[in-house]
T-cell receptor
Framework: DTEVTQTPKHLVMGMTNKKSLKCEQH?????MYWYKQKAKKPPELMFV???????INESVPSRFSPECPNSSLLNLHLHALQPEDSALYLC??????????????FGSGTQLSVL | GDSVTQMEGPVTLSEEAFLTINCTYT??????LFWYVQYPGEGLQLLLK???ADDKGSNKGFEATYRKETTSFHLEKGSVQVSDSAVYFC??????????WGAGTKLIIKP
């Protein structure tokens, strides 16, 4: 199984809503990532978990809250988002040490619209 | 700081044409280099990589050679198909868990 599965595929939420994005992988990878991708742009790194510990937070606003319950699961909790947060949110995983030749496996993403 | 520059798109070609997408980089040291591809409505997937100078990465008919002297990693394919239509991203490994991405090049192949 070389898949990273993300749910939901599409999400529409109001600025006062609370929602969560979910990501799962069963490749035994120990690093998991959240990226944000605007249309026609490269992905922007948000968070990295390594061995279930938050390793990188790229100064992401607190309205985005990541959680890594175990080595296979990654969540992104959303609260009080702004319309400019509308984007494709991609989850990725890799073997785990952030080594120079480490391959990222991406999910298909959640297309988020904030109204 | 480290950076990646890709040719601007879209690049439009006819089926069976030769493809080159240019990628140049600026980096300290000798980072690993990658090409990722994003098909419409999907996430990114690794197309090929090279980890040191003069390495050639190849996959699905695509090739790219890590050229230290010209700081380049151009993507080539001898005969493109309609199914190759996608956005292609060049990237370099910057530090633990961090990639520096190019802006992406949209490729359109017409039958």
């Amino acid at each position: 199984d070389t898949e990273v599965t993300q749910t939901p595929k599409h999400l529409v939420m109001g600025m006062t809503n609370k929602k969560s994005l979910k990501c799962e992988q069963h490749m035994g990878h120990r690093a998991m990532y959240w990226y944000k991708q605007k249309a026609k742009k490269p992905p922007e790194l948000m968070f990295v978990y390594s061995y279930e510990k938050l390793s990188i937070n790229e100064s992401v606003p607190s309205r985005f809250s990541p959680e890594c319950p175990n080595s296979s699961l990654l969540n992104l909790h959303l609260h009080a988002l702004q319309p400019e947060d509308s984007a494709l949110y991609l989850c990725a995983s890799s073997q785990g040490r952030g080594a120079t030749n480490e391959k990222l496996f991406f999910g298909s993403g959640t297309q988020l619209s904030v109204l | 700081g480290d950076s990646v520059t890709q040719m601007e798109g879209p690049v439009t070609l006819s089926e069976e044409a030769f493809l080159t997408i240019n990628c140049t980089y600026t980096a300290t040291g000798y980072p690993s280099l990658f090409w990722y591809v994003q098909y419409p409505g999907e996430g990114l997937q690794l197309l090929l990589k090279a980890t040191k100078a003069d390495d050639k990465g190849s996959n699905k008919g695509f090739e790219a050679t890590y050229r230290k002297e010209t700081t380049s990693f151009h993507l080539e394919k001898g005969s493109v198909q309609v199914s190759d239509s996608a956005v292609y991203f060049c990237a370099l490994h910057h530090s633990n868990y961090q990639l520096i991405w190019g802006a992406g090049t949209k490729l359109i192949i017409k039958p």
